[in-house]
Nanobody, 119 residues
Framework: QVQLVESGGGLVQAGGSLRLSCAASGTILRFNAMGWYRQAPGKQRELVAAIRSGLSIYYADSVVGRFTISRGDARNTAYLQMNSLKPEDTAVYYC?????????????WGQGTQVTVSS
């Protein structure tokens, strides 16, 4: 059974940084798509950043230049480095993964990690 576990969330002041980690267990093959989504209270879940095999890395306009997504050396790990955080970045952040790159946003989800940015 595939499980994704996120870590690294917390409370930070505006302008600060956090690094989120996502680790998968129970996988056999390498994911061809891994991404980070977030959901703020009262809002829809949105894609923040994604890495998909053979495609350019995606970033939402609101995080370009501030967030960096990367894959780890260990199979099926991913990170989200978040710098210059703003109060509007406050949300629950979810890791998502799929074996097929066009299935990003489906397949496997983590339980989420809370990121709170104070002004």
């Amino acid at each position: 059974q595939v499980q994704l576990v996120e870590s690294g969330g917390g409370l930070v002041q505006a302008g600060g940084s956090l690094r989120l980690s996502c680790a998968a267990s129970g996988t056999i093959l390498r994911f061809n798509a891994m991404g980070w989504y977030r959901q703020a209270p009262g809002k829809q879940r949105e894609l923040v950043a994604a890495i998909r095999s053979g495609l350019s890395i995606y970033y939402a306009d609101s995080v370009v230049g501030r967030f960096t997504i990367s894959r780890g050396d260990a199979r099926n790990t991913a990170y989200l480095q978040m710098n210059s955080l703003k109060p509007e970045d406050t949300a629950v952040y979810y890791c998502n993964a799929a074996y097929q790159r066009d299935r990003l946003g489906q397949d496997y989800w983590g339980q989420g990690t809370q990121v709170t940015v104070s002004s």
